[in-house]
């Protein structure tokens, strides 16, 4: 009997990943949750869905659309439903927080509880690197609490209470603990994940090119003349009105890293004018 290979991205246009990881006790890494035929004609695991009535049966005809051996089984598909969905230049190039936001695709959330919908949580954590030029990462609750439920993480991933998770640090995530359980696997993979999280998350809006020009100033800052620097604090006080008035929760990234950029332009004018200030005392 050949092995069985399962195709996460089919199973996620139809189900959030709760449903499998939460209701039907799957684990996350692969080859770790102990599954037998008998389990599955008794509708548990896969049986759950691949009844006969919501998905194919367990049948002799069916045995090899699982047990086929080749994880490119059902490529041609995946092509045509990756014309349907919005695009990403990562992974396997779908956007799949767009695709569920914009409702190109509707998964189910519960298949026990029809009318059971997502947490509505949108707080938006950060989360301070140990070294000092490292910039923070950002963890959006909003985005996971669609797809996950909070039993996936908390409290055996992560404690409850913020900044007593220990051991949290990027040489365990790497070894596929913490965030690595999914980052390093069928989530946005690790590599892309460290741009995203340690940079403002994009937003498609006019002021998004603004934003990029104004904090893009921070590494040439000390070759520019003072004038020029608050010529820049100007515009970025400016900016700052138009990130106030934003509604999304998003915009307390921007708020934070546009801070970050005007506190480093301050200092260098500050230190300019401490360093004059002792020259006419000498």
Request: hydrophobic share 35%; glycine share 4%.
């Amino acid at each position: 009997m050949k092995s069985v290979t399962f195709s996460h991205w089919s199973h996620r246009t139809k189900y959030t990943c709760r449903v499998c990881h939460f209701e039907l006790y799957f684990e996350m890494a692969v080859n770790t949750t102990e599954i037998t035929e008998e389990d599955n004609k008794n509708g548990l695991y896969c049986g759950a869905c691949h009844n006969g009535v919501d998905a194919f049966g367990h049948t002799e005809k069916n045995c090899d659309k699982c047990h086929n051996g080749d994880i490119s089984y059902g490529k041609e598909k995946f092509q045509e439903q990756l014309e349907k969905l919005p695009r990403a230049k990562f992974g396997n190039n779908i956007d799949w927080v767009k695709a569920l936001s914009e409702g190109k695709i509707m998964p189910k959330y519960s298949i026990f509880r029809v009318d059971e919908k997502s947490l509505e949580f949108d707080s938006l954590l950060t989360l301070e690197a140990e070294w000092s030029f490292v910039p923070p990462a950002y963890f959006p609750h909003a985005e996971h609490v669609k797809w996950l439920d909070c039993s996936n993480c908390h409290p055996d991933i992560f404690n409850i209470k913020k900044k007593t998770t220990k051991h949290f640090l990027m040489k365990y995530i790497l070894e596929g603990k913490f965030c690595g359980v999914c980052h390093l696997n069928v989530a946005l993979l690790m590599f892309i994940g460290f741009f995203l999280a340690y940079a403002a998350p994009v937003i498609a809006d006019p002021w998004k090119e603004e934003f990029d020009r104004l904090c893009g100033y921070v590494e040439q800052a000390e070759s520019l003349s003072t004038d020029e620097l608050n010529y820049i604090l100007a515009d970025c006080d400016t900016l700052m009105g138009t990130l106030q008035e934003l509604d999304a929760p998003e915009k307390k990234v921007y708020i934070f890293r546009l801070e970050k950029c005007m506190k480093f332009y301050r200092y260098i004018i500050e230190l300019r004018e401490q360093v004059a200030e002792e020259e006419k005392t000498k």
